[in-house]
Structures are given as C-alpha cells and as structure tokens.
C-alpha cells in the first residue's frame, strides 16, 4: 500500500530517543513510523536525513488581534509566523477589539481566520459582564473560556468570589475549561513607576487570584487551566492542587527563561504581564516543567504590538511580547543542551496542549493523528526579530543564541513552510475553527 508523502529518514523521537525512521502521510493523516529501509512507495518523497521530525507544537495561548487591531497582527502575519516558527496549531484569545463575547464577533474571527490562515486556529471566548448573558450557542467553535480578572472585557466587571464562581459554572454546564490570567491587582490601576508597577503585578496577587478560583473550581468542579505561572508561590499552590487532575496550567518560554533583572529598568520591550519575576522564580518554573510535571504546557503567549508602543520608557510601552516564532527554537535548544528531556518537550509543547483542549487527533506522530509536523535543523542560529514574519519585532530575546531552526512545516499534511519560503497561498491549509473532541 502506497502513502502520499514520505518523510525519509528523519530522526523521530521513539519512547524519548532519536531514533532513524522514515514517516508516512496519507490523506492528510500519519499512516506509520517505518524502520528505515522498509518505506512503502509514495508518491511524493521529502530527504529528511540530517533533520528531526517531530510533531508540530501546539501554542493554545496567542493574541492574534485582527479586525480592529491589525495593525498589531492580524491571521495571515500571525499563522504565518506560526508556520515558520514550527507552530501548526494555535489556540486565539478573546482579549481582541472588539473582544469576543457574542457568536457574532466570534464569527467574523473565524471567517477571517479561515480567509488568512496558515495554520490551524481555535478560539476562546470571554464571559459577559451578566455571567447569565453567555450565549451558549458558541460553545461548538470555541475550545474554552477565558476570564481577565485584571483587565475585564467588559468595563466595569469585578472578578470576586461570585463572577469566579459564575465562570466556573458556565464551563461546567457547557463542559469546556476555564482559563484565567491570574492577577488580583485592581482593574484600571495607574502605577508610577517600575516599582509600582512590580507591586500592583506581585507574586502575592498572583497566587491570590489563583486561590479565588480554586476555590470556585473545589466548589463546583469542571476544569480550569492557569495561564502563564510565573512565579514561585504560584507554581507551588498549583503543585499542591494538582491531585485534583482537573486542573492544569501553562508557561511561557520568557518566564522560564529570563529574569527582570536582565533587562535596564527604562527599557519596555520585556514588558510583559505577569512581569519577568527573579532568576529563582524562572528556576523554579523549569523544575515544575520537568522535574515534577506539575506544569503540563509550554505557550508563547504572542502578544504582539507595534513598535511605537514597545520602544518607549517602561511605564508607557505596551505590555506583551511576540513569541510565535522563538518558542521552538527555545525550547528545544533546552532539550539540545541537555536541561529538557525530549519526553518533557513533546509534552509540553504538542501532546498536553491538545489534551488539555480536548483536541483530538493532534499532538502526536501516531497513525491516524493529523499530519501537523515540524521538520527542525539542528543548528546554531541567533534570534532576530527582524526576521519575524510577525509584524510584531520586538523581542526580549533579540540576540539570543538558539540551537533549533525550524526548516518545514506540513499542516494536514500539506508542505506550509519550507526553508523561509511559504509554499501554499493563504486559506488553503489547516482547519479553522478547531473545534474539541466531544
Ligand atoms: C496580553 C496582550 O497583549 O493581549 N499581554 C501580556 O502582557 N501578556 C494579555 C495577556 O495575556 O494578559
Ligand atoms: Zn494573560
Ligand atoms: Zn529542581
Ligand atoms: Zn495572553
């Protein structure tokens, strides 16, 4: 029996070792890992020899922006530094303008979506001010339920005991998780400077906010997912909840990796919420990654803005970072330097993102999964942001040296990427909206 295409001896990561294999691609689906030397015919072949095929990563917390914010980023920028930064699925926050609170608005994201797309795109949607106003109809196109209890989607909305609780039923009823940005700090809150800003942002309104909602979620059950851990006492309360199995969390590559005190205190383009914390708070994040699994995820958490709103003072620039095209390169750079066991990588970075959003099919090299795969040349190259295909170019780790390029990209098995050329007009690749498993 012959395939459509043929990944040939590839270094596929087999019960976590490199290991020669050669894959397979039928319909848009892996139909097997072959020993090489054993391949079927195929109609088409791609020499991987030299490369890793690994499957793509999952990154199920971007800010692709679009409609009113496109000048920030918009689906075709934002899919296509997914596709060159090795990231065959992305899951869209509903912090957008306008944000998404209604299957109105969610409908025009996905028919842009569709329109731009590179790669694959799920949605999230927000709770409106009267938790009781949540339009059920949404719930087949989106993948979860985001709450911002620091910067509200609606004005005026304060996250308290009872709009934690009425989020947390909302996603009970309607079986989808709920995500949140942990910060207690008071909506609207004006800091006077780096020190005011660190404070109103702290660790200790970080675990404050992550307490509110396990305690609505011990309460009414269902899921909920912790967005971007930062700190110490958060990855902590997380470690000790953790027995509930329900809850999972998340981090990002800038928290694991840097520090504040890497940068000057005037410059804002590691400006980012939650802040970058302390060297021992990053330490501590690799550990729950790696050593203790008590974090399951690793996203970018793309947050892109224009340059006139990164490279000014600290207090006025925006806060976000681009990350769709370093969070690959970084990662697996931790795995080529030997802090990150391949098992970890694969994890935290494919399998548990889909698992976490009840995304069937994706996340793993197995037959009958889709073909989302990432093909990486082991090499050291420097992060530049000038050769984002994200309009957002200003990064924290501009000059940074990695290890991992990301060369090919197949999305359903279509060549998307390849060599920092795009190989397929836009709308034509991946699925849109990616809906969960139910
Ligand atoms: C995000 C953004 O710009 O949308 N900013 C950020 O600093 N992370 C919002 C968010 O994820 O909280
Ligand atoms: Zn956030
Ligand atoms: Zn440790
Ligand atoms: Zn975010």
Redesign the pocket.
């Given at each position: 029996m012959s395939v459509d295409l043929l990944l040939k001896n590839g270094t596929v990561i087999v019960d976590g070792k490199e290991t020669a294999r050669s894959l397979g691609v039928k319909a848009g689906k892996i139909e097997a890992v072959y020993v090489v030397g054993n391949e079927p015919a195929a109609q088409e072949t791609v020499d991987c020899s030299g490369l890793y095929v690994l499957p793509g990563a999952i990154d199920i917390h971007v800010?692709l922006r679009d409609l009113g914010q496109s000048n920030k980023e918009d689906y075709m920028t934002g899919t296509r530094a997914a596709a060159a930064g090795g990231v065959t699925t992305v899951v869209d926050?509903p912090?957008s303008d306008p944000p998404v609170l209604t299957s109105r608005v969610l409908e025009e994201k996905i028919t842009s979506a569709q329109e731009k797309r590179f790669v694959n795109v799920g949605f999230y949607a927000g709770v409106p001010k009267k938790a009781a106003d949540f339009d059920a109809s949404i719930t087949p196109n989106i993948l979860g339920v985001k709450e911002?209890p620091h910067s509200p989607l609606v004005q005026g909305t304060r996250t308290g005991p009872q709009r934690a609780l009425d989020c947390m039923r909302i996603c009970f009823e309607l079986d989808l998780p709920l995500l949140f940005?942990p910060d207690s700090s008071k909506p609207g809150a004006v800091p006077e400077d780096l020190n005011d800003f660190l404070a109103l942002h702290s660790c200790d309104n970080e675990a404050k906010s992550i307490k509110l909602f396990l305690s609505a979620h011990s309460e009414i059950g269902g899921r909920l997912h912790v967005c971007h851990v930062s700190c110490e006492s958060a990855a902590r309360l997380i470690g000790e909840h953790r027995a509930e199995k329900s809850l999972t969390a998340e981090v990002t590559p800038h928290h694991l990796l840097l520090a504040g005190s890497d940068f000057i205190d005037s410059d804002g383009t590691a400006k980012?919420?939650p802040p970058l914390r302390t060297r021992q708070d990053s330490e501590w994040l690799r550990h729950a990654l790696s050593g203790q699994c008590s974090i399951d995820c690793v996203v970018s958490?793309h947050?892109p803005h224009t340059d006139q709103e990164k490279l000014v003072p600290f207090l006025k620039a925006a806060?976000?970072i681009p990350g769709l095209e370093t969070l690959v390169p970084l990662m697996l750079t931790e795995v080529f330097d030997g802090r990150l066991p391949w098992v970890d990588y694969l994890r935290c970075c494919c399998s548990a993102p889909a698992w976490v959003l009840r995304i069937g099919n994706k996340g793993v090299l197995t037959k009958g999964y889709d073909a989302d795969i990432t093909v990486v040349q082991r090499e050291e190259t420097v992060i530049r942001g000038a050769d984002f295909q994200s309009k957002a170019r200003v990064t924290p780790f501009e000059g940074r040296r990695v290890l991992a390029r990301p060369v090919m990209t197949f999305v359903g098995g279509e060549l998307v990427y390849s060599y920092g050329k795009f190989m397929v007009g836009q709308g034509t690749a991946g699925r849109v909206p990616v809906r969960a498993t139910r």
């Open positions: 800010h926050m912090n911002y940005h980012v919420l958490d947050a806060s976000g």
